[in-house]
């Protein structure tokens, strides 16, 4: 199982690929957190902006498709797309995640 952790330029934007990526059976599950201060270089600048932040639960065979849905739909030219392979899990949980 992989926690995927996405940043978004907006709610509109979380709540658009959380909703699809669910729907499409990519996801078990999405998690939106709004309101993150973020702090970066981007072409050499220092950049100081607010995101949204997304979590997707998916299993591991499904995170390819995942990810390219997420790319897809995002408006940024680099997203931050990160898969955290979760080493322990509620069994249960794992099976609802595999099933869905």
């Known amino acids: 199982m992989f926690l995927v952790y996405a940043t978004c330029a907006n709610e509109a934007e ?3 690929i959380a909703e699809a990526v669910v729907k499409e059976r990519l996801a ?3 998690v939106i957190l709004p309101r993150a201060e973020s702090v970066f270089f981007w072409k050499g600048r220092l950049e100081k902006t607010t995101e949204v932040v997304l979590f997707l639960k998916c299993s591991e065979k499904k995170y390819g498709r995942l ?3 997420v790319k897809k739909l995002h408006s940024y030219k680099v997203p931050c797309i990160i898969a955290l392979d979760v080493e322990r899990v509620n ?3 794992l099976q609802w995640v595999e099933k869905t």
């Open 67 to 69: 990810e390219r849905r």
């Open 14 to 16: 979380a709540k658009k």
């Open 28 to 30: 078990a599950c999405a």
């Open 91 to 93: 069994p249960k949980f």
